[in-house]
């Protein structure tokens, strides 16, 4: 499979378009290490190292232990959202990871040469997480799952 369209060329799949999203977890999994150069992908993870600071890497290294795939991103958030008071809970929303946090590091990405046009993929929505996870995960010296 080859998703490296722009976004006005890109097809969602049927199944895509099922969940109301542009491409699957499955998809994007394929996508990420398969349609996106190695060698981008290793600059584009060293970049995230010098962005995001040790001590939030080592958090997110520990949610990534606790929940099975992505589910770790959903977690970021938990410390600040148990000190809400229950009011304060309702408004938990504007805790979502993908809007504050993950478009910030996904424009931070876009700002440095790591946008789609340059990884060659539609959306950093459906791969930015696989970065963040081999930035946490890799070991700088193997080339597959976790690069």
């Keep these: 499979m080859k998703n490296n369209k722009q976004p006005a060329e890109f097809i969602p799949s049927d199944e895509a378009k099922k969940q ?5 977890e499955e998809e994007s999994f394929e996508a990420y290490y ?3 150069d190695i060698e981008l992908r290793r600059k584009a993870i060293e970049f995230l190292r010098t962005k995001i600071p ?4 080592v958090k997110w290294l520990a949610l990534i ?7 770790w991103f959903n977690h ?11 009011k304060e809970k309702t408004f ?12 910030t590091i996904r424009n931070d990405l876009r700002r440095a040469g ?11 929505d459906c791969v930015y997480i696989y970065l963040l996870e081999d930035m946490l995960c890799w070991d700088g010296t193997t080339v597959g799952e976790n690069i």
């Design 92 to 103: 938990s929303c504007m805790y979502n990871p993908h809007f504050l946090l993950g478009m």
């Design 65 to 71: 232990k606790k929940y099975d795939g992505h589910e």
């Design 54 to 57: 040790p001590d939030i890497q």
């Design 34 to 36: 398969s349609d996106i």
């Design 76 to 86: 970021v958030y938990d410390e600040q959202i148990d000190k809400l008071s229950p």
């Design 20 to 24: 109301g999203v542009c491409c699957t």
């Design 114 to 124: 790591f946008g789609e046009k340059e990884l060659g993929y539609h959306n950093l």
